[in-house]
């Protein structure tokens, strides 16, 4: 089945450094990716929507100055969170929309990034 | 108001019970209702995907449901194994070319010996 990639699978960093997240689609090309922010004990919430070759679309109350997404390729999409602090501390999964399917069979989840700001 | 109710937030079931899960929804147009299930600090792995003409789904010991008329959908787990430990999320897609997906808050399931 269609495997989607996150690195790294989980980072502690200090208040004020930026971080990048990588997400691949390993076997398939994806146009569009999603990116969601989990907290403990909630459900995923959307935060932007990617597509390759533009620039992203953000949910309302999202900064899309602090959480920087660049989807330069077919199979990679990244989402730096820049200047992060304790309260961007959380579990950071992408979702991967495959373009070759027509079947609604179609969109994988990564395996999930936990982010820790000290 | 979430658009995606699921029920109830949290239950626990004894190793080899079975059980059922509840997810009510109002969002429209409906194009697909999915059942996924993330064991914690995971990513959601899918477990059963039905379109509003499908009214049931299995994949191994789960089963899924939908009465597309009452909007309502369920999620049986038969003889639970601890490795059922999760929690379950009930997800709607939206008909439009974005693939965007409500979520329902999802239900803990704890299975113990």
Known sequence: ?118 | KNQVEQSPQSLIILEGKNCTLQCNYTVSPFSNLRWYKQDTGRGPVSLTIMTFSENTKSNGRYTATLDADTKQSSLHITASQLSDSASYICVVSLTDSWGKLQFGAGTQVVVTP
Not at chain 1, 12 to 23: L, N, Q, R, W
Not at chain 1, 79 to 90: I, K, M, N, R, Y
């Open chain 1, 1 to 118: 089945g269609a495997v989607v990639s996150q690195h790294p699978s989980w980072v502690i960093c200090k208040s004020g450094t930026s971080v990048k997240i990588e997400c691949r689609s390993l076997d398939f090309q994806a146009t569009t990716m999603f990116w969601y922010r989990q907290f403990p004990k909630q459900s995923l919430m959307l935060m932007a929507t990617s597509n390759e070759g533009s620039k992203a679309t953000y949910e309302q109350g999202v900064e899309k100055d602090k959480f920087l997404i660049n989807h330069a390729s077919l199979t990679l999409s990244t989402l730096t969170v820049t200047s992060a602090h304790p309260e961007d501390s959380s579990f950071y999964i992408c979702r991967a929309r495959d373009s070759g399917r027509r079947s609604y069979n179609e969109q994988f989840f990564g395996p999930g990034t936990r982010l820790t700001v000290l």
